[in-house]
T-cell receptor, first 113, second 111 residues
Framework: GNSVTQMEGPVTLSEEAFLTINCTYT??????LFWYVQYPGEGLQLLLK?????DKGSNKGFEATYRKETTSFHLEKGSVQVSDSAVYFC????????????FGAGTRLAVHP | SQTIHQWPATLVQPVGSPLSLECTVE??????LYWYRQAAGRGLQLLFY??????ISSEVPQNLSASRPQDRQFILSSKKLLLSDSGFYLC??????????FGDGTRLSIL
């Protein structure tokens, strides 16, 4: 079946460090891929998305590229801030749309000044 | 603008007690509605989804049920809670071609 695997956290970084959170997936067909973020005390928010191979999603300085050959959608940011501290979820939608999301376990990021 | 409300934010219940979690959406009509659960150390798992009033699809067999008595109301229930029902429950909504929007979640602890 379809599944998403994320690197385990917590990830602890200093401010302005480079961030990578790995995400790989298993799916039949051509899923859409997403990164959601959950800030402390809040619900999940869509961070970025990619709907086909080689698409790059970007938002708030974060980027992720849909790599079909490696079945990956790694999240990157060149310079993290304390305000980026949150839990990040990778997800896929096998329907090709936004329904029936399958999530990874989430990766907690802590950024220190 | 559209908003989604979930309550309560936290809940502590004894084993064997009933459960009712409520979710309402404002500012849209005919949304798709979803209930997810996140057990400790695991990802979010889709429990139920609904494409209309009275239409409920269950993704996994479990001790829970869902109902949609009104267009923008989605209720998660149980007659007798189990320890394994502990977790973080999230309600979400979307419309065709739009991303899912999530509520703030309910943390449920079973004692």
């Amino acid at each position: 079946g379809n599944s998403v695997t994320q690197m385990e956290g917590p990830v602890t970084l200093s401010e302005e460090a480079f961030l990578t959170i790995n995400c790989t997936y298993t799916a039949t067909g051509y899923p859409s891929l997403f990164w959601y973020v959950q800030y402390p005390g809040e619900g999940l928010q869509l961070l970025l998305k990619a709907t086909k191979a080689d698409d790059k999603g970007s938002n708030k300085g974060f980027e992720a590229t849909y790599r079909k050959e490696t079945t990956s959608f790694h999240l990157e940011k060149g310079s993290v801030q304390v305000s980026d501290s949150a839990v990040y979820f990778c997800a896929l939608s096998s329907s090709g749309g936004y329904n029936k999301l399958i999530f990874g376990a989430g990766t907690r990021l802590a950024v220190h000044p | 603008s559209q908003t989604i409300h979930q309550w309560p934010a936290t809940l502590v219940q004894p084993v064997g007690s009933p459960l009712s979690l409520e979710c309402t959406v404002e500012g849209t009509s005919n949304p798709n509605l979803y209930w997810y659960r996140q057990a400790a150390g695991r990802g979010l798992q889709l429990l139920f989804y609904s494409v209309g009033i009275g239409q409920i699809s269950s993704e996994v067999p479990q001790n829970l049920s869902a109902s949609r008595p009104q267009d923008r109301q989605f209720i998660l229930s149980s007659k007798k809670l189990l320890l394994s029902d502990s977790g973080f429950y999230l309600c979400a909504w979307d419309r065709a071609g739009q991303p899912q929007h999530f509520g703030d979640g309910t943390r449920l602890s079973i004692l």
